[in-house]
């Protein structure tokens, strides 16, 4: 896609509210705000959503970030359809007027201006649109090579995060399944029960120990597989070998 940048201009060493915009001068501020390439946004169409949200890396998604060039711009009379790309792909965007005056963060916009974007996403028939929350015109075009960079920390970090839960996930449902195996391996051991010709049932051992059926099959499939556990008169009495 050829636009003409030309005309971009650089004027502090910052992002800023377009004058005559909001009247919010903090830059906004979402704590689920995901930074994201519009590849990714374009990825995620294709998937299943959460509750109807798009779910990038695993995570809901509830508001994005964007940094990228103006491409096209129309002006309507209740709002304004832009489009952004970044370098990884474009995207279709609108933005509501702030208040009686009808200004918007975009008002004085041009093709070719560089702008962060944040916003939540649409999904309509499989394409994606961002409904613009604010946007800030970049100044300092090293913010587009931060934003990118920024992307790719908080995605590694958020995969670290989610493999290290699973990490801890097994390990918690391994000391779990060890834990159940002594309980029954003690119910089975006590005199009373070890004198039993048949040894104890499936739904006898469950009861004792307060398991669901699935748990309770794993428990006891795993002591048989150790040789601490047989069957005797079928495979629903079980005894305690030696």
């Not at 060493?13 to 994201?36: C, D, H, I, Y």
């Not at 096209?72 to 208040?99: A, F, K, L, N, V």
């Not at 201006?113 to 100044?139: K, Q």
């Not at 029960?193 to 120990?209: H, N």
């Amino acid at each position: 896609m050829d636009v003409d940048v030309s005309k971009a201009r650089s004027i502090l060493p910052e992002e800023r509210a377009l004058e005559g915009g909001t009247r919010r001068q903090s830059p906004f501020r979402e704590p689920n705000r995901m930074k994201v390439t519009i590849k990714m946004i374009r990825d995620a169409c294709g998937e299943s959503r959460d509750q109807g949200r798009l779910v990038i890396n695993e995570s809901q998604v509830f508001t994005v970030e964007l940094c990228g060039m103006l491409t096209r711009i129309e002006q309507h009379e209740r709002w304004m359809d832009y489009e952004i790309y970044d370098g990884t792909g474009s995207i279709r965007s609108r933005i509501w007027p702030r208040g009686e005056d009808g200004y918007t963060d975009m008002s004085g916009s041009r093709v070719g201006g560089y702008y962060t974007v944040n916003g939540t996403c649409t999904v309509i028939d499989g394409d994606a649109m961002i409904n613009t929350l604010i946007a800030r015109e970049v100044t300092n075009y090293n913010s587009v090579t931060e934003h990118m960079l920024s992307v790719i920390h908080e995605h590694l970090e958020l995969g670290h995060r989610l493999s290290s839960n699973r990490i801890v996930d097994r390990m918690g449902t391994k000391a779990q399944l060890d834990i159940d195996k002594e309980g029954v391996l003690m119910l089975l051991s006590s005199d009373e029960e070890r004198e039993k010709e048949d040894g104890l049932t499936e739904d006898y051992i469950r009861a004792k120990m307060g398991l669901d059926r699935d748990n309770m099959r794993k428990v006891l499939d795993g002591l048989i597989n150790e040789g601490l556990v047989y069957n005797t008169v079928d495979e629903y009495h079980y005894k305690m070998a030696g």
